[in-house]
C-alpha cells in the first residue's frame, strides 16, 4: 500500500475514533449501576501488518488499566527483505466513565515501524524499530463479556542505527472477552 494512501487512512481511523471517544465520553448511556467493574480482558487482534494478542488487568474499579502484549509480524509481499517475526509490547489505558461503553487513552511502547539497517559494505540486516505510543479510542464490554476495542494514534521512533527519528500512525484493532 502505497504510504500517502496509508497515512489518509490513518488519519481518517484517528478522526473516526476521536469522535467516537468524544461522544462515549459526554456522558451518553450511564451503565455503572448495572455492571460490576471489570477485572481482566483478553483480546486478540491486528495492528498494520502484526496479528497478536494481549492480556489486560483492571484497576481503580476498572478506570485504569495496564496490559502486556506478544504478536507476529508477518512478512511484506512487497518487500520480503524486511523483517518478519516475533514482537513485544506494554502500555497502560485510562477510561471513562462506564463498564460498557466508553473512550480510552493509551499510552504504550511497542514495535512501531521495520527497516534494513547495514552493518557493513556487504551485511544488511533487517530491524524492528520500537517506540512510545499515543492513542485514543473506544470500547465496548458487553454483558455476556464479548470485548471489542478500536483505537489509532500516533507513536515516536528514534532510529539511532541511521540517526533518524519518525513519526508514524498507529492503528489497533481487537476482539475479546472481559472477566468482571
Not at 547495514?118 to 473506544?138: C, H, K, N, R
Amino acid at each position: 500500500m502505497p504510504d500517502q494512501l496509508r497515512a489518509r487512512l490513518m488519519a481518517h481511523a484517528l478522526l473516526v475514533t476521536l469522535a467516537t471517544l468524544l461522544g462515549a465520553g459526554a456522558g451518553g448511556c450511564d451503565d455503572t449501576a448495572s455492571a460490576s467493574a471489570p477485572v481482566a480482558t483478553v483480546l486478540g487482534g491486528m495492528k498494520d501488518l502484526e496479528v497478536g494478542v494481549q492480556g489486560e488487568y483492571y484497576l481503580g474499579r476498572g478506570r485504569f488499566s495496564v496490559f502486556v502484549g506478544a504478536g507476529y509480524v508477518l512478512p511484506d509481499p512487497d518487500e520480503e527483505e524486511l523483517p518478519k517475526g516475533a514482537v513485544l509490547s506494554a502500555g497502560g489505558r485510562a477510561f471513562t466513565s462506564g463498564f460498557r461503553h466508553r473512550g480510552l487513552v493509551e499510552i504504550s511502547y511497542g514495535a512501531l515501524a521495520r527497516g534494513l539497517e547495514a552493518q557493513d559494505d556487504e551485511t544488511v540486516d533487517p530491524v524492528m524499530i520500537y517506540g512510545p505510543s499515543l492513542l485514543l479510542g473506544y470500547q465496548h464490554v458487553a454483558k455476556s463479556g464479548l470485548t471489542l476495542l478500536a483505537a489509532g494514534g500516533v507513536g515516536y521512533a528514534r532510529w539511532a542505527a541511521v540517526d533518524r527519528s519518525f513519526w508514524s500512525f498507529e492503528l489497533r484493532l481487537g476482539a475479546g472477552y472481559t472477566w468482571r
